[in-house]
């Protein structure tokens, strides 16, 4: 089972510079997200989907823009990126958007915005 | 603001001794979601806690709901350095899909 799959694993950018991050689910999952995580922060919400075409913000959503035109897919897209933007990104997906559903993690990609 | 709390942030220990961690916020939770997270990956699921008062055990790790719902805390007895990682208490706020991570302790046990 691929589970949740994210590319690339690295990435260096420079900024001003534009990326997407790529996720993938293969559990037929209705809620996936985005989170970055930075050294003492922990994990801090993005974006989030509770299904196809639906999306919203999480905590820390300038700079980013998603979509989720698939139940699969849920790219994170960077349009200018700025050295504040450097951190490990996670995506993570479950069966809904309750607290109760448990998170599906990949494996994460580590942006460096020089 | 952070929804939820968690202490302390850094935990030193050497190998068979005892911990607790906290995690802790002034919002009563439906739910609560213990992660553990190794270097290099994403978290992992430990434990659903539901019930104020609950108490769940895994292995050497006991999980504890607050009556009130606002507050948890893990247990790990007779720590091993494979208990070493990052442990992440995780709930959802006031909107669906909206899901909160605390900041995480960061556990350390050696040999």
């Known amino acids: 089972n691929a589970g949740v799959t994210q590319t690339p694993k690295f990435q260096v950018l420079k900024t001003g510079q534009s990326m997407t991050l790529q996720c993938a689910q293969d559990m037929n999952h209705e809620y996936m997200s985005w989170y970055r995580q930075d050294p003492g922060m922990g994990l801090r919400l993005i974006h989030y989907?509770?299904?196809?075409?639906?999306?919203d913000q999480g905590e820390v959503p300038n700079g980013y823009n998603v979509s989720r035109s698939t139940t699969e897919d849920f790219p994170l897209r960077l349009l200018s990126a700025a050295p504040s933007q450097t951190s490990v990104y996670f995506c993570a997906s479950s069966r809904g958007g309750s607290g109760a559903n448990v998170l599906t993690f990949g494996a994460g990609s580590r942006l460096t915005v020089l | 603001t952070q929804l939820l709390e968690q202490s302390p942030q850094f935990l030193s220990i050497q190998e068979g001794e005892n911990l607790t961690v906290y995690c802790n916020s002034s919002s009563v939770f439906s739910s609560l979601q213990w992660y553990r997270q190794e270097p290099g990956e994403g978290p992992v699921l430990l434990v659903t806690?539901?019930?104020?008062?609950e108490v769940k055990k895994l292995k050497r790790l006991t999980f504890q709901f607050g009556d009130a719902r606002k507050d948890s805390s893990l247990h790990i007895t007779a720590a091993q350095p494979g208990d070493t990682g990052l442990y992440l208490c995780r709930s959802r706020g006031s909107t669906l899909g909206r899901l909160y991570f605390g900041r995480g302790t960061q556990l350390t046990v050696w040999p």
């Open positions: 806690v539901v019930t104020g008062g």
């Open positions: 989907s509770v299904g196809a075409g639906i999306t």
